[in-house]
């Protein structure tokens, strides 16, 4: 090396860069440690490097290791950089599933449109869970090109988990063209499949799920009548709210403090009077149902409000004081002018 060359040091700058580089290299191969908390550590340190690591992890992905390959693919999704995009497609072909997988789900997390096409392809391959993470990729990516692979893929004989994240796919896609499938999925034996479908319809939010969402809320499983409350909310239609009544004596406590919350929100005055019910024989529930008489504001709430104030405990105390302020407010009066005697 010539000596005018080997006289010339190196600067802080370029130190730092070696550095970094040296302390990257040596976190991507941690990713193919024996221990798992290793692992996870070297991941997390490569997600806040940030950029200046995603080149090593992009090459990290045609490492012989399945870890390594797998914790980049992690780390990738993490980051966030387009640059990790077409590596990550590619990665939809490795040779192990779980890489696979995990390519898939960073590919959704990005939402890269470049995807959908190698998404859609991946719907078909031989692993359950590799068809579950594209089905689920695509959904979080929104692309409306596939719905029609979606729905032909929700057909196919497969495992519950498989059609899951299909219904949840066409869900956040939010394509009226799912509708009918996904109302036929609504009498599926397996109740996590009713649930997503409920879910799914709701998030849609088309009319013609109606009915059959008003079936649903008298399925056998607490969790689903649940969530079809939910969903009929969205659809935001007067008739839903009378439909909602009789599960204010539902046999879940879950059940019944969502729909007090539900009505409380419509801010129907239909609902005032079966709210003072729970108000009065509901224990579990008097604080949701005061809450959502405050939100409603009728005039009506204020005698039972203060009735049931000395029987309740300290939460639900401050939840009918609240009330008797709002519907004092929503009504003109001063707030005080509605409060219990002594408050």
């Known amino acids: 090396m010539p000596a005018d060359i080997q006289e010339c040091p190196i600067s802080d ?85 779980d890489v696979r997988w995990k390519a898939a789900i960073s590919l959704g997390s990005m939402r890269a449109n470049e995807a959908v096409c190698p998404l859609i392809r991946t719907l078909k391959d031989d692993d359950t869970d590799v068809r579950w993470g594209a089905a ?75 009915n059959p969402l008003l079936e649903r809320l008298r399925d056998e499983n607490w969790e689903v009548r649940l969530v079809t409350a939910e969903a009929l909310a969205r659809l935001e239609e007067g008739r839903v709210t009378g439909s909602l009544f009789a599960l204010l004596t539902d046999t879940s406590s879950d059940v019944r403090r969502t729909v007090a919350g539900i009505l409380g929100e419509t801010g129907d005055l239909q609902a005032v009077e079966p709210l003072i019910a729970v108000l009065r024989h509901d224990e579990e529930c008097r604080y949701e149902a005061a809450e959502a008489l405050g939100r409603i504001g009728d005039p009506r709430a204020i005698t039972p409000l203060q009735q049931v104030y000395e029987f309740c405990d300290p939460c639900v105390r401050v939840a009918i004081l609240n009330a008797l302020s709002a519907i004092a407010v929503k009504n003109r009066g001063s707030p005080g002018s509605f409060q219990i005697s002594g408050q």
Do not use: C, Q
């Open 13 to 97: 700058g370029e130190e730092e860069i070696e550095g970094l580089d040296r302390e990257l290299a040596d976190l991507v191969l941690s990713l193919g440690d024996s221990s798992l908390v290793a692992r996870w550590e070297a991941i997390a340190s490569l997600i806040r490097a940030g950029a200046p690591a995603v080149p090593r992890l992009i090459g990290a992905l045609k490492d012989a290791n399945k870890y390594v390959r797998w914790g980049a693919a992690e780390a990738l999704g993490r980051i966030d950089d387009p640059r990790a995009v077409e590596p990550l497609i590619a990665a939809l072909r490795d040779h192990d599933k």
């Open 136 to 210: 689920t990729a695509l959904g979080e990516i929104g692309d409306p090109r596939a719905v029609e692979y979606l729905l032909a893929a929700l057909k196919e004989r497969g495992s519950h988990e498989n059609r899951d994240g299909v219904i949840i796919a066409l869900g956040e896609i939010g394509d009226a063209r799912a509708v009918d499938a996904l109302v036929a999925a609504l009498d599926d034996r397996n109740y996590e499949i009713r649930f997503e479908a409920v879910k799914a319809l709701g998030k849609i939010g088309d009319p013609a799920a109606m």
